[in-house]
């Protein structure tokens, strides 16, 4: 029953949680234009990602991947995405140490920018309007001219991703990734955070490990790994529309790549077996991933597999769980057992932020707790079931907000009004995510 794919065939399927766009002219025009732009990433690229996931697939590496729920046009500056990166790098440094594994670090960034929704209207004092659907489809003001869908701002959000990937290739290429720096700035943080006691015998151990390279002549001159590191984009595949136009055959393979980022994934809302988004993303040859939710079935997952790996491809097929701390324990380890039973060849990254959120004093929120324990379940059961624990997935900003509760430095419910500054789901802040590698570098050695 498997037909046929083309860049547009997923156009005969369902598609979940596209916007209602006003004007078609006006989106045929801006798919006209996105599909002529040069692509974000390259083939190549991608393929890369995708050897190193296989890395995971096997337990001889690590995933880490994070950034914000939704990228947004108005905090768009080059502090802002080189903080982004800085966590990033930080935690990756601390969690190398930790799995004593090369940890291959995946931004949500330079095209994350398009959020499905559980309702398709929101209703503010009696008044219904379309749902904000991110920067890439409609404006987050509440009025009428704001919630209408834009396919400009497909093309804005393109602007914006090409000029987020320069900024980010240029820091990553040219010495602010240096591993000395990035050590340095991990010192600095454990001097001053109220856990720094805990922390500082894993940061210790990475500056006299670095020491002693430099003493037997391995410098950031003469290796390039310590000087360089390789940092890959990811978002979700939700508007189908920009993902279509930005597909490309590689020239050396003659294979489909969505070359909007090197990896996509298919969210929790959109992964039904008949629907547009599984269609879609099973013709390109990027890694992908799919995030698994409560309601999954160890059949559902093993449809999927079929579906979006038929060759069983280590390192294609990522499953990101996300069932909430309170749930995990139950429902993992079935999945886990058939999934490894049928021989499939995946990676188990944990993303412990999506079912963990709560509301509080009118905030949507996680708890810092909560998402560690849901962390910490993710790896006791891959142990229970001899299977790999290949990664972890956050929503992380480098800022200091207040949008998740807890962390070394407490982020307590009456100060969530403070910085809650994200255009969708609360992230954790600097201190929380570097609190969060701490803690799992900690327990990956236990
Ligand atoms: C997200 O990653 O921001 C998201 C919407 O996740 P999920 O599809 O798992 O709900
Ligand atoms: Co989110």
């Not at 692509?39 to 890369?48: R, T, Y």
């Amino acid at each position: 029953m498997t037909q046929t794919w083309r860049p547009d065939s997923w156009r005969q399927y369902k598609a979940d949680q596209q916007p209602d766009w006003p004007d078609p002219a006006a989106l045929a025009e801006s798919f006209a234009n996105l599909s002529r732009f040069p692509p974000l990433v390259f083939a190549g690229e991608a393929l890369s990602l995708k050897k190193h996931l296989a890395r995971v697939a096997a337990g001889e590496a690590f995933l880490l991947q994070g950034g914000d729920c939704a990228e947004s046009f108005s905090d768009f500056t080059a502090n802002a995405i080189r903080d982004k990166l800085k966590v990033l790098l930080q935690m990756a440094v601390i969690l190398t140490y930790g799995a004593r594994k090369p940890v291959i670090k995946v931004g949500r960034i330079a095209g994350q920018f398009a959020k499905p929704r559980s309702s398709p209207t929101e209703t503010q004092d009696g008044v219904s309007l379309p749902s904000f659907r991110g920067e890439s489809v409609n404006d987050p003001a509440f009025t009428e001219a704001a919630r209408l869908p834009d396919p400009k701002r497909l093309e804005r959000a393109y602007f914006q991703s090409a000029s987020t990937l320069n900024l980010l290739r240029a820091f990553t290429s040219g010495g602010f990734a240096d591993l000395h720096r990035v050590q340095m700035w991990n010192q600095d943080f454990v001097a001053k955070s109220p856990q720094g006691e805990r922390y500082a015998h894993i940061a210790n151990q990475l500056s006299d490990a670095l020491r002693f390279m430099e003493v037997i002549g391995i410098d950031s001159k003469n290796t390039p790994v310590l000087h360089q590191v390789e940092y890959f984009t990811s978002h979700e595949a939700l508007i189908l529309e920009f993902e279509q136009a930005l597909t490309r055959v590689d020239s050396i393979t003659g294979d489909h790549y969505d070359c909007s980022a090197h990896m996509l994934w298919i969210g929790e809302r959109t992964r039904q077996l008949d629907g547009a988004h599984v269609e879609f993303l099973r013709g390109v040859h990027n890694p992908i991933g799919v995030k698994i939710g409560p309601t999954a079935t160890a059949d559902d997952l093993l449809r999927l597999c079929d579906r979006l790996n038929p060759d069983n491809e280590a390192g294609r097929l990522t499953l990101i769980t996300r069932f909430g701390h309170d749930k995990v324990a139950k429902l993992l380890p079935t999945l886990v057992r058939k999934v490894r039973a049928e021989g499939r060849r995946v990676v188990w990254s944990c993303d412990p932020m999506h079912g963990n959120t709560q509301t509080v004093q009118g905030f949507k929120t996680r708890p810092f707790d909560n998402v560690l324990s849901e962390i910490k379940q993710f790896f006791s059961v891959h142990k229970a079931e001899g299977t790999v624990p290949g990664g972890v997935h956050f929503e992380l900003t480098g800022d200091d907000v207040t949008e998740c509760l807890g962390g070394s430095i407490e982020v307590l419910p009456e100060s969530l009004r403070e910085r809650y500054e994200t255009t969708c789901d609360p992230r954790l802040n600097a201190t929380q995510g570097l609190d969060m590698a701490y803690l799992i570098a900690e327990l990956m050695q236990s």
